[in-house]
């Protein structure tokens, strides 16, 4: 089954093919097919499957094999572009599940080697993807290590607030899954930043009511600031 022309299009858009001439892939979109997964549905990714998934409706999890959270996939995002030179082989494999309906499509290593080989953009593009990779890992890694839940939690504002606001898609619940921490923790956190008049919150956002001061309460717990420079 071929691409409909709207999938066709969302490929067409991917991270991966940002100011590239949309005419010279579309031979390459009107070969590759459609994969669905159902909401809840897992889909584990192995290095033997060799391929690069392409999301072009719904959205996914990238978790590890006990639910912990690692980051979500949004259309337009790849995933499994880390293993395409990779030599290392992962202790634990993690897995796909879509959190709703989702589509995806798929293009193989050798396919990918080929574009990368070809377009000088394609290339620039999949590196900075890695490199954004990178960062979120060392976010991850540095939030997962934090001293004390409330220093995870402010990590992750100071990482993501937009004119002093983060606004929770998942609610808190799904905050508490990203920081790997129970419900309760989490509130005793937020809790702890309210006292000191550091954030405040309302329905499915957090509202951070002075940058520095919480920049200045994680440098000043932690031993690693540089990444959140």
Same mark, same amino acid.
């Given at each position: 089954?071929?691409?409909?022309?709207?999938?066709?299009?969302?490929?067409?858009?991917?991270?991966?093919?940002?100011?590239?001439?949309?005419?010279?892939?579309?031979?390459?979109?009107?070969?590759?097919?459609? /994969? &669905?997964?159902?909401?809840?549905?897992?889909?584990?990714?192995?290095?033997?499957?060799?391929?690069?998934?392409?999301?072009?409706?719904?959205?996914? =999890?990238?978790?590890?094999? /006990?639910?912990?959270?690692?980051?979500?996939?949004?259309?337009?995002?790849?995933?499994?572009?880390?293993?395409?030179?990779?030599?290392?082989?992962?202790?634990?494999?993690?897995?796909?599940?879509?959190?709703?309906?989702?589509?995806?499509?798929?293009?193989?290593?050798?396919?990918?080697?080929?574009?990368?080989?070809?377009?000088?953009?394609?290339? =620039?593009?999949?590196?900075?993807?890695?490199?954004?990779?990178?960062?979120?890992?060392?976010?991850?890694?540095?939030?997962?290590?934090?001293?004390?839940?409330?220093?995870?939690?402010?990590?992750?504002?100071?990482?993501?607030?937009?004119?002093?606001?983060?606004?929770?898609?998942?609610?808190?619940?799904?905050?508490?899954?990203?920081?790997?921490?129970?419900?309760?923790?989490?509130?005793? &956190?937020?809790? =702890?930043?309210?006292?000191?008049?550091?954030?405040? /919150?309302?329905?499915?956002?957090?509202?951070?009511?002075?940058?520095?001061?919480?920049?200045?309460?994680?440098? &000043?717990?932690?031993?690693?600031?540089?990444?959140?420079?």
């Amino acid at each position: 089954m071929a691409l409909t022309a709207k999938q066709e299009s969302k490929f067409l858009e991917s991270s991966l093919f940002v100011g590239c001439e949309k005419d010279s892939l579309r031979g390459l979109a009107q070969i590759v097919m459609p /994969h &669905s997964l159902f909401k809840g549905e897992v889909l584990r990714v192995t290095r033997e499957q060799e391929a690069v998934g392409f999301l072009l409706s719904g959205k996914l =999890e990238i978790c590890n094999l /006990h639910g912990v959270l690692y980051y979500n996939i949004c259309p337009g995002e790849c995933v499994g572009m880390e293993d395409l030179f990779s030599e290392v082989t992962p202790v634990v494999e993690c897995c796909v599940r879509a959190k709703t309906n989702s589509i995806l499509t798929f293009l193989t290593h050798q396919q990918m080697r080929e574009l990368l080989q070809e377009n000088r953009q394609i290339r =620039e593009n999949y590196l900075t993807m890695l490199a954004n990779q990178v960062h979120h890992s060392l976010n991850r890694l540095q939030q997962f290590t934090a001293p004390t839940p409330s220093i995870a939690l402010g990590m992750y504002l100071l990482q993501h607030e937009t004119e002093g606001l983060v606004r929770l898609t998942d609610g808190f619940a799904g905050l508490a899954r990203r920081l790997n921490i129970s419900r309760a923790t989490l509130y005793r &956190s937020m809790a =702890e930043l309210e006292q000191m008049q550091i954030i405040s /919150h309302f329905e499915k956002t957090i509202a951070v009511l002075d940058v520095q001061r919480l920049y200045g309460y994680v440098q &000043s717990q932690s031993d690693i600031p540089s990444i959140l420079e």
